[in-house]
Structures are given as C-alpha cells and as structure tokens.
C-alpha cells in the first residue's frame, strides 16, 4: 500500500487560501487520492477525491500532476471553522469495492482571527 | 437520513475487564470497518466486514480483541482482558461501494479508557 507523506502542522488566517501538499511517490495506477477532514471528537468525513489534473467542489480543490507522485489540497479563503485534521490517502481503486484506508497523521490546520 | 451512530460514547473500565463496542452503520451499508484512534494519531485500520463475514481481519492487534456483524448491520467490537494499551478512541465507518467516491461514512467514535 502506498504511503503518503504531508505536513505535521499548518498555520493560517481567516480569508486566506491554504494549500496542504502530500506525496504519496509509490501510488499504484488504479488508486485514486481522497483527501479526508476531522475536527475535533468527529470522525473523519470525506471531503475530496480525484485521479489525475484538477477537481473542485464546493469545499475545496485538489491539484495532481501528470504524475501523480503528489497532489495538492487548496481551501479557498479559510475560516476559523476550517481548523481541523486533514488527511491524504491512496485509494480506493478506480475499479470500486473494498478499500482499506491507510491514514496518516495528518496535517493539523490552525486558521487563526 | 441517520449516519453512522456508536455506542457508548465513552467508555471507562479497569484493566483485566471485557467491553464491548457497538456500530450501528447507515442502512443498506454492505461494508463496515473498524479503526482506532490514540490520542493524536492517525487511524489503524483494524477489521473490515461485508455482509456478515470478515475478509478483513488483518489490523486487530492480538488475539483480545473480537468483532462480529449480525443481520449484514451492527456490528460489536469486544475487547477482553483490557489493557492501558487499549485507551484509544475507536471509530466506525461503513460504505455501500455505490457512490461516486466510495467513500467511507464514519461515526462519532467511542472514547475507551482503560485505567
């Protein structure tokens, strides 16, 4: 199963846009990348996914190079709600089905006033 | 419509004694999985059902720890002879491998504390 590699922490204000990087150098062609979101006495909650190039939905953007050894989270105009544990994760496979998801530690986002 | 709900929601016990754990996934969810959490960690997969049956047994970390799934619905995670080792808060997520993303719905958890 690929590893995946992201920030421990990140810092930022209210209003800005945050960018989280993770690589994930060893993901098999078939896998998608999912990022996931956790605030604080929740569970993890499904936040974005994508395969290759770029995809948006109405919370966040995710970036992967033709290569996809890496892909990049971007939050647009960060609140203070927004502060929470992301995670990046290999899979599941394009062709469905059972999953085991191998979190991380995350990276802790700290938005501030 | 009603996520995923576990129960207790916080669970404190001595060393030596059993608990057990309770998942109740999304209705018509076919897969359930469980994790635990420590404090400040990433989450350790430990046992992934579809249906009744356990294809997945490969993160539960000795042979203390047990889970069942009856009805293709709740499942219980049993933990005997608790050890300190074990305090963790420990999650529930379930999937019907139908939606766009395949993605896993996760409860609230059950923060275990073994003193």
């Known amino acids: 199963l690929a590893k995946t590699t992201q920030p421990i922490s990140m810092d930022s204000y209210e209003g800005q846009e945050v960018n989280i990087t993770c690589s994930h150098n060893?993901?098999?062609?078939?896998?998608?990348i999912t990022w996931y979101q956790q605030f604080p006495s929740q569970g993890p909650r499904f936040i974005i996914q994508g395969y290759k190039t770029k995809v948006t939905n109405e919370v966040a953007s995710l970036f992967i190079p033709a290569d996809r050894k890496s892909s990049t989270l971007s939050l647009p105009r960060v609140s203070l709600s927004d502060t929470a544990v992301y995670y990046c994760l290999v899979g599941p496979p394009l062709s469905g089905g059972y999953n085991k998801l191998i979190f991380g530690a995350g990276t802790r986002l700290a938005v501030h006033p | 419509g009603a996520g995923v709900s576990q129960s207790p929601s916080n669970k404190v016990t001595e060393k030596g004694k059993d608990v057990e754990l309770r998942c109740d996934p999304i209705s018509g969810h076919t897969a359930l999985y469980w994790y635990r959490q420590s404090l400040g960690q990433g989450l350790e997969f430990l046992i992934y059902?579809?249906?009744?049956?356990?294809?997945?047994k490969s993160g539960l970390p000795s042979d203390r720890f047990s889970a069942e799934r009856t009805g293709g619905s709740v499942s219980t995670l049993t933990i005997q002879r608790t050890q300190q080792e074990d305090s963790a808060v420990y999650l529930c997520?379930?999937?019907?491998?139908?939606?766009?993303?395949?993605?896993?719905?996760f409860g609230p958890g059950t923060r275990l504390t073994v003193l």
């Open positions: 997520a379930s999937s019907d491998f139908s939606g766009a993303y395949n993605e896993q719905f």
């Open positions: 060893n993901i098999a062609t078939n896998d998608y």
């Open positions: 059902f579809q249906g009744n049956s356990a294809p997945d």
